[in-house]
């Protein structure tokens, strides 16, 4: 038995490499997972902007990366519920950790929510900190979902 929790914390835990598109502009989504949502939105940070809400499976990678180059801005941990990362009130009302940052076509902003299962927010950076498109800049332990805030 300890030996099959050990591959499975190996496994749940993975951090494979990942390489942005070098040839896009764009920006990518900062978590492997499902599109859940997209609505408009306004925040202190962002102003009116749009949400795009990506829901973290526990099958998928929980490493969390920067979806385009820019520098840390703003931080802010809101402590909160443990509703169902695939509940529509858990991006208002689930614990979450927002990273604002500010980048050559505007500002952006990740949220990375807290589920149910998920007890554990990680973020690795501090304000001030210039990341580029697919650096990893913190994780969420065991599932949840990340909203991406876009200009």
Same mark, same amino acid.
């Not at 900062?30 to 829901?55: K, L, Q």
């Not at 509940?87 to 940052?101: D, I, L, V």
């Given at each position: 038995m300890p030996a099959a929790l050990a591959s499975f914390l190996a496994w749940f835990f993975r951090d494979p490499e990942r390489l942005p598109p070098e040839?896009?502009?764009?920006?990518?989504?900062?978590?492997?997972?499902?599109?859940? $949502?997209?609505?408009?939105? $306004?925040?202190?940070?962002?102003?009116?902007?749009?949400?795009?809400?990506?829901?973290m499976s526990p099958l998928d990678v929980h490493v969390n990366r920067m979806p385009v180059d820019g520098k840390v801005a703003f931080l802010e941990y809101v402590p909160g519920k443990k509703l169902m990362a695939f509940?529509?009130?858990?991006?208002? $009302?689930? $614990?979450?950790?927002?990273?604002?940052?500010e980048t050559g076509s505007g500002k952006g902003m990740t949220v990375q929510i807290a589920g149910f299962l998920a007890r554990r927010i990680v973020c690795s950076r501090k304000k001030g900190d210039v990341l580029s498109r697919g650096e990893r800049f913190g994780m969420i332990k065991l599932g949840s979902k990340v909203d991406l805030y876009l200009p």
């Open positions: 040839d896009v502009d764009g920006w990518v989504s900062p978590a492997d997972g499902r599109v859940v $949502e997209v609505y408009p939105s $306004e925040h202190p940070f962002m102003g009116r902007c749009t949400v795009v809400g990506v829901f509940n529509p009130k858990a991006s208002q $009302e689930n $614990e979450r950790f927002f990273m604002g940052f």
